[in-house]
Nanobody, 116 residues
């Protein structure tokens, strides 16, 4: 059974940093691209960053390029999101996602709040 469990969210001041973690189980992790999404209040869920199964290919939303870094550890079945220079507009629930076949799997999300 596929499970994705996010952690690492919290309250941070503008300009600060947070590192999000997603622990995955129940599927062939090293063969799966992993994606971080976020959803702010009143807004649609948006893609933040994606990483290939080997970790060799990454892509980012324009809004986070140069500030966020996605990485993965295939030995530990984890995918991380390092977030630096956080802005008010980064406030959202962050979700870990993977697609296996035609099905999309989501974690429960972790709240990130950027506030002074």
């Amino acid at each position: 059974q596929v499970q994705l469990v996010e952690s690492g969210g919290g309250l941070v001041q503008p300009g600060g940093s947070l590192r999000l973690f997603c622990a995955a189980s129940g599927f062939s992790f090293s063969g799966a691209a992993m994606t971080w999404y976020r959803q702010a209040p009143g807004k649609e869920r948006e893609l933040v960053a994606v990483i290939s199964g080997t970790g060799g290919i990454t892509n980012y939303a324009d809004s986070v390029k140069g500030r966020f870094t996605i990485s993965r550890d295939n030995a530990k079945n984890t995918v991380n999101l390092q977030m630096n220079s956080l802005k008010f507009e980064d406030t959202a629930v962050y979700y870990c996602n993977t697609r296996i076949g035609l099905r999309s799997y989501w974690g429960q999300g972790t709240q990130v709040t950027v506030s002074s």
